[in-house]
C-alpha cells in the first residue's frame, strides 16, 4: 500500500502557478500607473506655464493702457500743470485734464517719517476726502496717476499709519489745487 500511495503521488497533476503571469501584470500596471503620473505631471506644468504667460501678458497689457493714459493726460488740450513746495522742500506738480478725470501726479523730497508710517494721497472734493494710493512706507519721490478727478478737486498728502487709513488722520503735509 505504500508503494501505491507513492505511485500515486507521483502522477498527479502538479497544481499550475501563474506567478509569472502575475509579476508581469503588476510590472504592466506599475509602469501604467507611472506613465499615467509623468504625463499628468507633464500637463499641469504645461497649464502653470499657460496661467504664467497669461498673466504675463495681461501686466504688459494693464502697463500698456496705464502709458498710453498717462500720455493722453500728459498731452490733452486742456491740461493744466500745477506745482507747489512746502517750507521744508517737499514738492508737488500735478498735470490735470478735466476731460479725461484724470492727473499725473510727480512728489519729490517728501520729509523722513517714522518707517510704521506711510505717505497716502488723498482726493479732496467738498471737503471730502477719499484715498486714491497709500505709497510704499519708503517711498520719498515718484508719480502716481490719479484718477476720478474734476474741475475744483485737490490732492493732498497726509502721513498715515502703516498700511494707510480709511480717513486722513494726519495732518496734511502738502495740498494743491488741481485747477
Known amino acids: 500500500m505504500t508503494g501505491e500511495l507513492t505511485d500515486d503521488l507521483e502522477e498527479a497533476p502538479q497544481p499550475v502557478t501563474d506567478r509569472p503571469r502575475r509579476t508581469w501584470s503588476r510590472r504592466l500596471t506599475t509602469f501604467g500607473m507611472a506613465c499615467a503620473l509623468v504625463v499628468g505631471a507633464a500637463a499641469l506644468t504645461l497649464e502653470v506655464e499657460e496661467q504664467r504667460d497669461r498673466d504675463q501678458r495681461s501686466l504688459i497689457v494693464a502697463e500698456q493702457e496705464?502709458?498710453?493714459?498717462?500720455?493722453?493726460?500728459?498731452?490733452?488740450?486742456?491740461?493744466?500743470?500745477?506745482?507747489?513746495?512746502?517750507?521744508?522742500?517737499?514738492?508737488?506738480s500735478t498735470v490735470f485734464s478735466a476731460e479725461h478725470h484724470a492727473a499725473m501726479v510727480t512728489y519729490s523730497d517728501l520729509p523722513d517719517i517714522d518707517p510704521k508710517q506711510t505717505?497716502?494721497?488723498?482726493?479732496?472734493?467738498?471737503?471730502q476726502p477719499?484715498?486714491?494710493?497709500?505709497?510704499?512706507?519708503?517711498?520719498?519721490?515718484?508719480?502716481?496717476l490719479v484718477l476720478d478727478l474734476t474741475d475744483g478737486d485737490a490732492i493732498s498728502f497726509t502721513v498715515e499709519p502703516e498700511g494707510g487709513s480709511g480717513q486722513p488722520t494726519g495732518d496734511i503735509v502738502v495740498a494743491l489745487r488741481l485747477n
Open 66 to 92: 496705464r502709458l498710453q493714459r498717462i500720455e493722453t493726460v500728459l498731452t490733452a488740450d486742456d491740461a493744466i500743470s500745477r506745482t507747489t513746495t512746502t517750507e521744508d522742500g517737499a514738492r508737488v
Open 119 to 127: 505717505y497716502q494721497i488723498w482726493r479732496v472734493r467738498n471737503e
Open 130 to 144: 477719499r484715498s486714491m494710493r497709500v505709497l510704499a512706507a519708503d517711498a520719498r519721490e515718484g508719480t502716481a
